[in-house]
């Protein structure tokens, strides 16, 4: 089916997938197509949301692009067109109240903890990559704390278990995890363990598991399956394996037991959920046939998402259709580079984060999340982006940290981290009391100027973010750049200075590598 929405002058829209966030917003004359019925990468929703209050809903994902001044879509599933108010945020909170469980959501009261947004998160994955082991981490955790930093969550990444799919310690790298988590305990950090969705497909225990050997009975219960019952292989960053269907009870159980026992006989906190996002599912990702009649992405991708809802401490970052939902949702890997997925990537994607229903926003790692950096010939770490990163990182509702600042930086450089981490600090009493709002009303944490202060001209502005509705943030994020121009939306604004600023004005001011600009609304 296709679907086609003709322009109004003067119109943005916001939609699609996060990793796209860079394309937002789009106009008449954009050159922008894609197909999400094939790349649904990070959180995905089938809506996009229009600056002038209008907005495209599907009940599936599609393909959409720009042609001829019309905003174009082809796809499965119903297309609909609602006209709800005069804004982007008229536009968002109908859409969410229409379309999001949200409601739902707030009957059930769930809350996240707090601890996800008082201090900075720490990740082994750049400091390790795929070779943590218990030595490695105890050291990194009190090198932490020695640092100056508060133990908070500390999440120990890929390659700390055996095969995929088993959830068990490696015994060589880690000899005795539950002295290790009780050590990590003591010292004040709660600790989540990487999975994903994905079982070595090989070997005695995956022989067991799909009872191929000894239970031919079970033969076709667990794992996804293929048109000829057999386990799907998928394609995957790590080569190929099968895929857990959480839709079933079976696959739900077979996870599920593995992960109880980690908590139970080590005394795991929690776990962040890698993987499973919607192309992993996709028919083409699969080696070994075509895909069973039931095969259905989106479900597949919304249950893997709900079976880790449940643990009190998770983390997602590939979600189809979940806005809405009280999940931590990160964004994908950035890059140590300033453009190309890097730094500048960081506010337009999480404003589209926020505009798909959900706020409770991490933006990946500072200095970059990519492992494959250190492997680039003559990479070196840039401290300037390091610092711009941290700072742009600083007023997120979240902040994670992986490769060690004390270990990569000059001491000077090491004193802006710190600046940044307690600005963060400083402000996380206000950051949760804006966690406790998204939670009761579904609204973005991290909005864009656009959202809280409409056809002021704001809509492309993708280098200042709001923070709720009365901080305003303004990082810098391109090298060498040591002024910027202001845009301050409505009000008057005051900085740490006491300096006060007309709204509705462009202003240059200083910004020298130190300092993050960023301004409270005077009330």
Not at 87 to 98: F, G, N, P
Request: glycine share 8%; net charge negative; hydrophobic share 35%.
């Amino acid at each position: 089916m296709e679907f086609r929405v003709k322009f109004k002058e003067n119109e943005f829209f916001w939609g699609g997938a996060v990793a796209d966030g860079t394309d937002m917003p789009i106009n008449s004359n954009s050159h922008y197509c894609k197909d999400y019925k094939f790349d649904a990468h990070n959180q995905m929703m089938p809506l996009f949301l229009s600056s002038l209050g209008r907005y495209i809903w599907s009940d599936k994902s599609f393909k959409v692009w720009v042609e001829n001044g019309e905003l174009c879509f082809e796809g499965d599933g119903n297309f609909e067109l609602y006209e709800q108010g005069t804004c982007l945020r008229d536009a968002y909170v109908a859409s969410m109240e229409k379309h999001f469980p949200f409601e739902q959501t707030r009957k059930l009261g769930k809350t996240l903890p707090r601890d996800f947004f008082k201090t900075a998160q720490f990740n082994t994955w750049v400091e390790f990559n795929y070779e943590p082991t218990q030595k490695g981490v105890l050291e990194y955790a009190h090198a932490i704390v020695d640092n100056g930093f508060d133990p908070g969550i500390l999440m120990i990444d890929e390659g700390w278990h055996k095969r995929y799919g088993q959830w068990q310690f490696d015994p060589y790298k880690f000899p005795d995890p539950r002295a290790m988590i009780d050590e990590l305990h003591s010292l004040g950090f709660i600790v989540m363990l990487w999975v994903t969705p994905m079982v070595t497909a090989d070997g005695v225990d995956f022989c067991k598991a799909i009872g191929s050997l000894f239970n031919p009975e079970g033969y076709d219960k667990l794992f996804l399956r293929n048109n000829e019952g057999k386990v799907a292989l998928i394609e995957w960053w790590n080569g190929y394996s099968a895929i857990l269907d959480l839709r079933k009870e079976c696959d739900r159980k077979y996870l599920g037991d593995k992960l109880d026992f980690l908590m139970s006989e080590y005394g795991v906190d929690g776990f962040k959920f890698d993987g499973g996002s919607y192309f992993m599912y996709s028919p083409k990702s699969m080696i070994n046939g075509t895909p069973r009649d039931d095969h259905d992405q989106e479900a597949l991708n919304l249950a893997w998402n709900e079976f880790g809802a449940k643990y009190t401490y998770h983390e997602y970052k590939d979600t189809f259709k979940g806005g809405g939902k009280p999940t931590i949702q990160r964004l994908c890997d950035r890059e140590h580079v300033w453009q190309g997925g890097g730094i500048e990537s960081l506010l337009p994607c999480s404003i589209l984060q926020g505009l798909f229903g959900h706020p409770f926003i991490c933006p990946d790692m500072i200095g970059g999340g990519s492992w494959t950096d250190d492997y680039q010939p003559g990479f070196k770490i840039d401290e300037e982006l390091f610092i711009r990163m941290a700072q742009a990182s600083a007023l997120f509702p979240m902040m994670q940290f992986s490769r060690a600042p004390w270990k990569c930086l000059s001491e000077n450089a090491y004193r802006s981290i710190i600046d940044a981490y307690k600005l963060h600090i400083s402000m996380s009493d206000e950051i949760i009391e804006l966690v406790s709002n998204a939670e009761k009303t579904g609204e973005p944490i991290l909005r864009s100027l656009e959202y809280n202060d409409p056809h002021q001209g704001y809509a492309t502005i993708a280098d200042e973010f709001m923070l709720g509705e009365d901080i305003l943030v303004c990082p810098i994020i391109t090298k060498g750049t040591y002024q910027k121009n202001i845009t301050f939306p409505f009000g008057k604004w005051t900085d740490s200075d006491g300096s006060i600023y007309e709204g509705r004005s462009v202003i240059t001011l200083d910004s020298p590598v130190e300092k993050l600009l960023w301004f409270r609304r005077v009330k």
